[in-house]
């Protein structure tokens, strides 16, 4: 130590990241050393504060330009924790939409399991299933409807059935639509 100064080698023993990694963070620009007459990288003692904070968000899964965002006040810690955590979720739900897709083809009759692999491996992952369904159901239950005909409406959550003496209702539900019949509707 010089001065009020580190060296590359006193930072990286008393933080205990390996001295490529801190030139490496020199030279990506987390770590903003000062050089010496002779050349050599000198860091301050808030260098110790930074770069355990780096080590502690790369040990989060933060990648190294949210962390320059959060060091350079560009964004919040709690907005590169919340993206962070957003990627994370996304992840997890193409790993489950894997997992649920090997599970469909392994365990379907052997006869059905080249059509259900071939119709599995058309969408990636459930968010564009999801979407693909979305886009194919919407024009059939959008828009005006016969007044003869059943009406669709898209609920979250499926509401339960409420039995009623003057009109009787008949009531089909599913996870993502419920169907019920219009006031006035008459089967023939």
Do not use: K
Request: some cysteine; proline content about 7%; glycine content about 8%.
């Amino acid at each position: 130590m010089t001065g009020d100064t580190l060296g590359i080698g006193e930072l990286a023993r008393r933080t205990g990241v390996p001295v490529r990694t801190i030139r490496f963070y020199c030279d990506e620009g987390v770590l903003e050393p000062v050089r010496s007459a002779g050349g050599h990288r000198r860091f301050d003692g808030a260098a110790i504060d930074r770069l355990t904070l780096v080590r502690r968000l790369r040990g989060l899964g933060l990648g190294l330009r949210p962390i320059t965002d959060v060091l350079a006040g560009r964004c919040s810690l709690d907005e590169a924790v919340a993206a962070e955590r957003t990627a994370v979720d996304r992840e997890l739900a193409t790993l489950n939409w894997r997992r649920s897709v090997l599970r469909a083809v392994s365990e379907a009759a052997p006869a059905d399991r080249a059509a259900r692999l071939e119709l599995l491996s058309a969408v990636q992952d459930g968010y564009s299933a999801h979407e693909t369904l979305v886009r194919l159901w919407r024009p059939m239950t959008t828009g005006p409807t016969h007044p003869t005909r059943p009406a669709c409406s898209w609920t979250s959550a499926p509401r339960s059935p409420r039995p009623s003496r003057r009109r009787p209702r008949w009531w089909r539900t599913r996870s993502w639509c419920c169907w019920r019949r219009t006031p006035g509707w008459r089967s023939t």
